[in-house]
């Protein structure tokens, strides 16, 4: 008999396969999942313990277990959950998901949520370093350190000095959204029903895996109550990217003002798509990105 615990870790990675599998994406992602998931089941010694003594590189030393697969297993064994499964099914939950960070709570999760509009890991992220946290009556020095600690193991981020591959070029995950949207929008996009905002449960939110290079993207329209609120949730674009290192997320909107208005735009990275949208230009004009 498998050992209860790697029975089910074994369990979610079958069905993250089975999800990636229904929603089209790459076939060799799909079986890089499912070995995994055999491998695990197959273990003599319990996953949590491969993690407690040698950490995840004790994972990424298994056989059929990459960096991606051993950041899922981590997040499976140390919290019950995998934010890109719950994705995947329809059940993002912003506050489920910061409550699961050690040291906030379901409270203070809604108040992050609610008051302060973080949706996502990395919005905590920017908060605990930009100074917002810091302002909360309840996170102490202690505490925001925590957080911090947490974020960069969970986020896959490096010390300071590592070797770390570059961020995707912004002209990739545009042309992501470009695809996305176009997709969408032809009806050629399998489906899921997201819990949030749904009470009829209707399959509603086009899913898009793809690939560019070696990167594997997953890309939806924006559930956020804030997107609800706008009234951009055909129009917002939340895109996952995963390069092997861990997850990077980008949301891809259109620019309301200034040079780049009407034109598709990655939050955050604004100066380096102002100088795609130039050098489109300069080679000719027909050959901008715009908002299609």
């Not at 029975?7 to 990675?13: E, G």
């Not at 995994?36 to 950490?55: Q, T, W």
């Not at 981590?74 to 040291?103: I, Y």
């Not at 092997?244 to 100066?271: D, H, I, L, N």
């Amino acid at each position: 008999m498998p050992d209860p615990q790697n029975a089910a870790v074994a369990a979610r990675l079958e069905e993250l396969a089975v999800l990636l599998e229904s929603q089209g994406a790459n076939p060799f992602r799909v079986e890089a999942y499912r070995h995994a998931a055999d491998l695990v089941r197959s273990l003599a010694r319990p996953v949590g313990e491969i993690l407690r003594r040698d950490g995840i590189q004790g994972l990424e030393r298994l056989p059929a277990i990459g960096t991606t697969i051993a950041r899922a297993i981590r997040d499976l064994v140390e919290t019950g959950r995998l934010p890109m499964l719950d994705r995947l099914r329809g059940e993002s939950d912003a506050v489920t998901l910061l409550a699961s960070v050690p040291g906030i709570g379901r409270t203070l999760a809604e108040r992050l949520h609610h008051d302060h509009g973080i949706d996502t890991l990395e919005d905590l992220e920017a908060a605990a370093h930009d100074g917002r946290l810091a302002t909360i009556r309840s996170f102490g020095a202690k505490r925001l350190l925590g957080v911090r600690e947490t974020l960069a193991a969970r986020l896959g981020r490096v010390p300071r000095g590592a070797v770390v591959s570059s961020e995707p070029p912004v002209e990739e995950v545009l042309r992501v959204d470009r695809e996305y949207r176009t997709r969408a929008a032809a009806g050629t996009l399998r489906t899921i029903a997201p819990r949030r905002f749904n009470p009829r449960r209707d399959a509603w939110l086009p899913i898009l895996h793809t690939m560019q290079g070696d990167r594997h993207y997953t890309a939806l329209f924006s559930n956020t109550a804030r997107a609800h609120d706008l009234g951009k949730t055909h129009e917002w674009v939340v895109i996952y990217a995963d390069g092997g290192r861990g997850e990077r997320q980008y949301t891809v909107v259109t620019a309301s003002r200034g040079p780049m208005k009407g034109k598709r735009v990655v939050r955050g990275r604004e100066v380096e798509c102002l100088a795609v949208y130039r050098r489109a230009v300069t080679r000719t004009p027909s050959a901008s990105l715009s908002v299609g």
